[in-house]
Nanobody, 125 residues
Framework: QVQLVESGGGLVQAGGSLRLSCAAS????????MGWFRQAPGKEREFVSC????????YYTESVKGRFTISRDNAKNTVYLQMNSLKPEDTAVYYC??????????????????WGQGTQVTVSL
């Protein structure tokens, strides 16, 4: 079992930055693939990014490439999402996700086994 707790959301002006953190329980954190999804009001959950167990491979949805960076610290059982140059369209609830393996359909929400409760990110004009 893995429990995920997100933090770091908030209100920021367009062009600003936020860093989300996701603390995970469990002794096997280092073996899990970690990621982030987001859900804006009235929209489906959208894949944002994920990172493999060692941090050597990262993946991003096109709309955040060059602005967001995912990283992990296995010693702290924590994964991060550094978000720069934020835009109003980044406004959403951001969810931390985890799974035991990197799946081909990583962008599909149903493919991820563990989910956090979410943290709100609001970007104002």
């Amino acid at each position: 079992q893995v429990q995920l707790v997100e933090s770091g959301g908030g209100l920021v002006q367009a062009g600003g930055s936020l860093r989300l953190s996701c603390a995970a329980s469990g002794r096997t954190f280092g073996s899990y693939v970690m990621g982030w999804f987001r859900q804006a009001p009235g929209k489906e959950r959208e894949f944002v990014s994920c990172i493999n167990w060692s941090g050597s491979s990262t993946y991003y949805t096109e709309s955040v490439k060059g602005r967001f960076t995912i990283s992990r610290d296995n010693a702290k059982n924590t994964v991060y999402l550094q978000m720069n140059s934020l835009k109003p369209e980044d406004t959403a609830v951001y969810y931390c996700v985890a799974d035991s393996m990197l799946r081909a359909r990583m962008v599909i929400a149903a493919e991820w086994h563990y989910w956090g409760q979410g943290t709100q990110v609001t970007v104002s004009l």
